[in-house]
């Protein structure tokens, strides 16, 4: 099992970022689970057998991912664009305390509007702010095209519907 897989890692490699990526796992973290995927993989036990290898590769993958992504649930995920505003309003002299407040609610907003969308759309959302088209949409998490126009579609109006709210 130990040589197969060490053969075979060159070839499943891209493949399984590529499932990580499609799953909504960013490049860098679907990097890193992948080749936690392969260590944990050389460190089982031989005993259980495993029909489709790439198969039990995505299984484990997946369940990592989950598992990191359950951990770091609590932590507020930013983009670096966002930040980069955050750090130059504080940081400006000429920013009122007024717009300061108003900035930070608008992004507590939309953080809440974010988490209140199902997983779907989520990922849907993601993958199309990614620059995805539909079709590489429906294909990577595999559903058909118009489930991921909807779920596209019913993100964006949850997210509207939950700054429009706000701003009443």
Request: positive net charge; glycine residues 4%; charged residues 25%.
């Amino acid at each position: 099992m130990r040589m197969a897989l060490e053969l075979q890692y060159p070839e499943l490699q891209p493949s399984l970022v590529r499932f990580l990526v499609g799953f909504g796992v960013a490049r860098s973290d679907a990097e890193d689970i992948t080749q936690d995927t392969f260590l944990k993989s050389l460190r089982r036990r031989s005993s259980t057998r495993i029909d489709n290898l790439f198969h039990w590769l995505c299984t484990c993958a997946k369940n990592l991912a989950i598992t990191r992504f359950h951990r770091s649930r609590r932590e507020l995920l930013v983009a670096r664009e966002c930040w980069s505003r955050w750090e130059a309003t504080i940081a400006s002299p000429a920013c009122s305390a007024l717009t300061r407040l108003e900035d930070k609610e608008t992004f507590e907003q939309l953080a809440r509007a974010f988490r209140g969308l199902n997983p779907r759309e989520r990922q849907c959302l993601i993958l199309r702010s990614q620059g995805l088209t539909f079709g590489d949409i429906s294909e990577a998490l595999g559903i058909s095209m118009k489930a991921g126009v909807y779920a596209t579609g019913a993100a964006l109006r949850k997210l509207h519907r939950e700054l429009d709210a706000s701003e009443l």
